[in-house]
């Protein structure tokens, strides 16, 4: 199984843009899902997740109140709205399953099913 992420593109600093994150036309098994992303030369690093049991939401400082996720009512896609964007997001986004505790929803080790990821430029 692997997810399918989607939605990147160029944009300006200030413009918005959501992912999808889709797993196959199939409900996620696990606990949740989580978008990480990769920027050149850096680490992969966590972004967002939900948890499937209270819907709970956990994000990453720099994109707090900015960036969403978000799932439809099926369970069968995963959203990240992203407003105001700024050079420093532009990176590969992922989506991932969740399949840890709570206490791993920022480390990716814990995630599987990655997906192939999406280019989310941010540039003038």
């Known amino acids: 199984v692997q997810l399918q992420a989607s939605g990147g593109g160029l944009v300006q600093p200030g413009d918005s843009l959501r992912l999808s994150c889709e797993s196959s036309?199939?409900?996620?098994?696990?606990?949740?899902v989580g978008w990480f992303r990769q920027a050149p030369g850096k680490e992969r690093e966590f972004v967002a997740a939900i948890r499937w049991s209270g819907g709970y939401t956990y994000y990453a400082d720099p994109v707090k109140g900015r960036f969403t996720i978000s799932k439809d009512k099926d369970k069968k896609t995963v959203y990240l709205q992203m407003n105001s964007l700024k050079s420093e997001d532009t990176a590969v986004y992922y989506c991932?399953?969740?399949?840890?505790?709570?206490?791993?929803?920022?480390?990716?080790?814990?995630?599987?099913?990655w997906g192939q990821g999406t280019q989310v430029t941010v540039s003038s």
């Open positions: 991932a399953e969740h399949r840890g505790i709570l206490s791993t929803v920022r480390v990716g080790t814990s995630y599987t099913h």
């Open positions: 036309g199939r409900t996620f098994s696990w606990n949740g």
